[in-house]
C-alpha cells in the first residue's frame, strides 16, 4: 500500500477550489478542506466543511450572497471558525474526488490549501496502490498541475501522520513560504536563546505583516511538533 501527497495548482484561467466561494479577497480564505461529500447520488448537491481564517462575519455575508449556497452556518470567533455550506453543483473539488473514487484511492482528510507563487493551491494525501495512483494522476482535467510532494509506503500506525511527515527520517515538510521564513529565522537568530531578531524584523525583510509572519511561525512549529513529539503512553 502506497501514499502520495501532492499539491494541484488551478491554472489557464481555473478558479482554484480554495478561492470558492470567497473568491479572491484578503478578508476571508479558506485553510482547508475539512470534509466533503454529496447530498444524494439524484443531483449534484453536497455539503463540505471549510476551516476559515479572516472576518468571519465578511465570509457570512459573502455566503448569504452567492446563488451557489443553499444554506450555511459558521462556528467559531474572532479570526478563525468552521463553516458548513450546502452547495448546488460540486465543483471542482468534487470532480477531483470523483476521479480518486473511480481509481478506488482513499483521501487523507483534510485537503490543505496552501500559498503557491500564482495563488493558493490544494496539498491533499491519497492512499491506495501505485498504479492507481498513476493512473488518477493521468486522469486529471486540463488546467490541473500536480505536483508530487512525497510518495511512499503507507505507515498503518495510527499515529503516523503522512502530511506532517516528509521524507525518511521523519523530517516535517513545510510549504515554500513556509520554509523561506524558517530558513532566515533560522540564520537571524530568531530561535536562539536569547533571540537575536524579532517578528517584526522577518516581516520587514520579507515584506510581510507581523501578524501574517507570526501565523505562519506557529504554523511552522506545529509541523515541527507533529513530525518529532512521542504520543504519551496512557
Same mark, same amino acid.
Given at each position: ?121 490544494? /496539498? ?6 501505485? *498504479?492507481?495512483? $498513476? !493512473?488518477?494522476? @493521468? +486522469?486529471?482535467? %486540463? ?44 540564520? /537571524? ?6 533571540? *537575536?531578531?524579532? $517578528? !517584526?524584523?522577518? @516581516? +520587514?525583510?520579507? %515584506? ?27
Amino acid at each position: 500500500m502506497r501514499y502520495a501527497t501532492v499539491t494541484l495548482f488551478w491554472n489557464d484561467g481555473h478558479p482554484s477550489p480554495s478561492d470558492r466561494p470567497f473568491g479572491r479577497t484578503e478578508a476571508i480564505s479558506i485553510e482547508a478542506i475539512r470534509y466533503l461529500n454529496p447530498v444524494s447520488e439524484d443531483d449534484d448537491r453536497y455539503v463540505e466543511l471549510l476551516e476559515l481564517r479572516g472576518d468571519l462575519e465578511r465570509a457570512r455575508t459573502l455566503l448569504e450572497a452567492s446563488p451557489d449556497a443553499i444554506e450555511f452556518d459558521i462556528a467559531g470567533d474572532g479570526t478563525r471558525g468552521v463553516a458548513y455550506v450546502q452547495r448546488r453543483t460540486v465543483g471542482p473539488v468534487g470532480d477531483l474526488l470523483s476521479i480518486l473514487q473511480t481509481h478506488e484511492l482513499v483521501v487523507d482528510w483534510p485537503l490543505s490549501a496552501v500559498d503557491s507563487g500564482d495563488g493558493r493551491a490544494l /496539498e491533499l494525501t491519497i492512499i491506495g496502490t501505485d *498504479r492507481a495512483i $498513476q !493512473r488518477a494522476a @493521468a +486522469d486529471l482535467p %486540463d488546467g490541473v498541475v500536480l505536483d508530487v510532494r512525497r510518495l511512499g509506503d503507507y505507515d498503518p500506525n495510527p499515529n503516523h501522520d503522512t502530511r506532517s511527515r516528509g521524507a525518511p527520517g521523519g523530517s516535517p515538510v513545510l510549504t515554500d513560504r513556509q520554509r523561506e521564513l524558517f530558513e532566515l529565522a533560522w540564520s /537571524e537568530g530568531y530561535y536562539e536563546v536569547p533571540r *537575536r531578531t524579532t $517578528q !517584526r524584523d522577518l @516581516a +520587514d525583510e520579507l %515584506d510581510l505583516a507581523t501578524g501574517t509572519v507570526g501565523e505562519h511561525i506557529q504554523r511552522i512549529e506545529s509541523k515541527l511538533a507533529a513530525a518529532y513529539a512521542r504520543p504519551r503512553r496512557q
